[in-house]
């Protein structure tokens, strides 16, 4: 039992490398490439800290050279997954009392690893693995994923320290307990760092933890394992599984020990998994936690008073980095027409000048899309697109998946604002543009709030502060993180807590206190000095 109040490091986020050429990280992260897409790699199921090999097999090929095999992974069986809930829930019984500066220690530990010596294995394998280039695996898969655990922690600390007012006859504390059970991670390909971040943060206030990795995230998720057990988080924590979605999830919905989901995915898919949880709740001991991050039909609006350069630029990064393939990326964008020309030259100049390959090669700044589900689906919409006299294709256009999956970066502009890709999310490199009469701000600001579903993220481009003011409270429910004057993509942990509301999720914003406060329950301890020994009241006195 630790005696003391302990100081954890001030959280700082991690510096973003350069990766310039001649620079030593650059080197670093190629060599690291070249090793793994040079060599083939098996990763079995993590279970009661042992690898657990199933025999049955899928094969890890990077999206931009889908025919090369660089490893596999083992599916798992329903009995591996009952072996996963078993082991969490039996490790639970020290993991929970364990001192909470010891788990500190351990991911603050898995913060400096990832920093230091693993940086350019997490980076090079998110590169190969999830196509990102250079630039957007360090600002995720590096940076991002230290900021989680250095924050975290100190986001602990600090909801530790929040106790109630006491008195000089009883002193009031609160303990925040793990949750009574197991808890379920459900992760995405697009984020290490989400990745990392969804386990382990449930981890650290002494949860245990299934996880269920997206099958395009499999070869970073085993480094992130990997950093996980020589941090020194104990076996049985931390289990992860593979294989077939709805068998894991119909068996750990199905135990009555199941105390929370931490999903990140498609809406549909959280939706179907709450509706399960909802037709199971008289199974459970307890009332289950349930967060999620999902969809985002994400927006730019300019209002005339912006400057066109910089609007073609928020549109140019938010729109196509890593491919369209954030959740807060700018699918659809609103321009004045006062001001569409020159934002169209310069956007048009931007995608242009665009290179297109594996990240392997540091001159391309886009890759290709995850898999071949993604570019079927982004394909047709395109097809869809050219065929329409609604829409007009203005850059782009093409597609070509004989080598790898890759989409031109797609700009589209329609004559209307409800047009499907307006509406829709596609989670690709297609951005769809409608060009708004200048006095009609007002009725296009109620048009970016009721065009979508979802809430997450979208900016406003503008020099007026009565523009940007009516902006903001006109598009208070349309954006959890809304962004004024730059682009809707990029929170960073600790200055830009994420999350949105609507068909975008429950808005618990990751990177936040308020995140970790759905992983534990308070408990209440009253300790009164001198016990009373008269059960009347002064009122009963004659």
């Not at 073609?312 to 369209?324: D, K």
């Not at 027409?337 to 886009?366: A, R, T």
């Not at 902006?471 to 929170?491: E, M, P, R, V, W």
Request: hydrophobic share 35%.
């Amino acid at each position: 039992m630790g005696k003391g109040f302990f100081n954890v490091p001030i959280a700082v986020n991690e510096p973003v490398k350069s990766y310039a050429p001649g620079t030593p990280e650059r080197t670093a992260v190629l060599e690291a490439y070249k090793t793994m897409y040079n060599s083939k790699i098996e990763i079995p199921l993590y279970i009661n800290g042992k690898y657990v090999s199933t025999g049955n097999t899928k094969p890890i090929s990077p999206p931009h050279d889908h025919q090369h095999i660089v490893g596999s992974y083992h599916l798992a069986e329903k009995h591996h997954v009952e072996d996963a809930i078993a082991t969490a829930l039996e490790a639970r019984k020290k993991w929970s009392k364990i001192p909470w500066e010891q788990r500190a220690g351990i991911f603050l530990k898995a913060a400096e690893l990832v920093a230091g010596p693993y940086r350019a294995k997490i980076n090079a394998a998110t590169m190969m693995g999830q196509s990102k280039n250079i630039h957007q695996a360090e600002i995720d898969s590096a940076c991002e994923l230290v900021d989680f655990l250095r924050f975290n922690v100190q986001y602990m600390t600090d909801i530790y320290m929040e106790q109630p007012e006491s008195t000089s006859d009883a002193w009031n504390r609160v303990e925040y307990r793990p949750l009574e059970g197991f808890t379920y991670a459900v992760t995405p390909f697009n984020f290490t760092a989400i990745a990392g971040n969804l386990p382990s943060c449930m981890a650290l206030m002494g949860n245990v933890v299934v996880w269920k990795p997206s099958d395009s995230q499999v070869y970073s998720a085993k480094v992130i394992m990997d950093i996980f057990e020589e941090a020194g988080v104990p076996p049985g924590v931390i289990n992860v599984v593979f294989g077939d979605p709805e068998m894991i999830s119909n068996t750990v919905l199905s135990s009555p020990d199941f105390s929370g989901l931490h999903f990140t995915g498609s809406t549909f898919v959280f939706k179907e998994l709450w509706k399960q949880i909802g037709n199971n709740i008289h199974n459970y001991k307890t009332y289950p936690r349930i967060v999620g991050e999902t969809g985002g039909k994400d927006f730019i609006i300019a209002h005339n008073s912006a400057v066109p350069k910089q609007v073609s630029t928020a549109l140019s990064r938010g729109a196509f980095e890593f491919q369209g393939q954030k959740c807060s990326a700018a699918s659809r964008a609103y321009i004045p027409k006062s001001i569409w020309g020159d934002v169209k030259k310069y956007l048009l100049e931007d995608v242009k000048s665009f290179k297109i390959g594996s990240p392997e090669d540091m001159d391309n700044f886009i890759t290709a899309v995850i898999h071949e589900g993604s570019f079927d689906k982004l394909a047709k919409y395109i097809d869809a697109a050219k065929n329409d006299n609604e829409a007009e294709i203005i850059a782009g256009g093409n597609y070509d998946k004989s080598k790898g999956y890759f989409v031109e970066p797609t700009v589209i502009v329609t004559q209307d604002p409800k047009y499907t890709t307006m509406c829709t999310e596609l989670f690709g490199p297609v951005l769809t543009i409608y060009v708004y009469e200048d006095d009609a701000y007002a009725e296009t600001l109620k048009l970016v709030d009721e065009t979508s579903d979802y809430g997450l993220t979208g900016a406003i481009l503008s020099t007026d502060r009565y523009a940007i003011t009516e902006a903001t409270d006109a598009l208070q429910n349309s954006a959890g993180n809304f962004y004024i004057n730059d682009k809707c993509t990029g929170a960073v942990v600790g200055q830009q807590p994420f999350g949105g509301a609507r068909a975008s999720g429950t808005n618990d914003k990751a990177g936040s206190a308020q995140n970790l406060m759905r992983w534990v329950s308070p408990r209440l301890i009253k300790e009164t000095f001198v016990t009373p020994t008269d059960y009347r009241y002064p009122f009963l006195g004659e």
